[in-house]
């Protein structure tokens, strides 16, 4: 089978109020599956829902035989990330501690695991900051960071909430070459607010807003996206669609 996890009328919220409503969605081997949706629309708990960090009031989840143990087998890059400079901890440390769910912390890590880590320190080009503390270094330079920490335990199942947000072009570029190499060995569930620049790497695509609407594949229209509920407005530059969010109000949706 290539169903890694299937997930059946999901009902999630916090403290029995409702954020996300009988949602359903099959995530298979292969799936590059871009999320969008406006603030507050759920995004970031489906994924919480996925990784196991908030319970669902109704609905099922069930996970492939491979993904039983979700803290190693699902990578997962949280969405910023305010990290306070003063914490003494290096990028090494960090990429480190994506290796955590396969042991116990007190068994030490062994030299094959430091290893992996350099190893994941040369494929990402950071090599100039492995040791510095992960306070100083720029927004971009810390998405990679924590790219590795996510990809460290070569997961099944990569989960990358907002990763385009305050980095540079380059790193944006960078960043979804590099996705695109890595959707060859694991499934990616990416949140972003740019459908424009994901629609070239995604395979499909998934409006949240209260409720989950499943577009199968990476090209997405203004009149789809009304119809799925998604406030998400496209502006076409030549062939390529460039996306802004229609109404940004962050706090709208918090009470
Ligand atoms: N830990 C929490 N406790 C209570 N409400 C929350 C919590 N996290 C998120 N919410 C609320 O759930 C809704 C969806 O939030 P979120 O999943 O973060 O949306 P998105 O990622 O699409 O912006 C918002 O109304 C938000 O205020
Ligand atoms: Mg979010």
Known sequence: MDKLIDIKNLTVGYNSKIVLENVSLTI?????????GPNGGGKTTLLKAILGLVEPISGELCFCDELKNRRSNIGYLPQVNKFDSRFPVSVFDVILSGLAGRKSWKQG??????????????QLGIENYAHKPIGELSGGQMQRVFLGRAIVSNPKLL????PDTYVDNQFENELYQKLKELNERMAILLVSHDV???SSYVKSIACVNGELYYHPSNMITPEQLASYNCPIQIITHGSVPHTVL???HPHAHKH
């Not at 298979?28 to 969008?36: A, H, L, R, S």
């Not at 989960?159 to 907002?162: Q, T």
Request: a neutral charge; aromatic letters at 6%; zero cysteines.
């Open 28 to 36: 298979n081997k292969n799936d590059f599956i871009g999320i969008i």
């Open 159 to 162: 989960i990358l909430d907002e």
């Open 246 to 248: 229609k109404t940004h």
């Open 196 to 198: 424009g620049t994901i």
């Open 109 to 122: 890590f062994m030299k094959k695991e430091k290893d992996r880590v350099n190893e994941i320190i040369g």
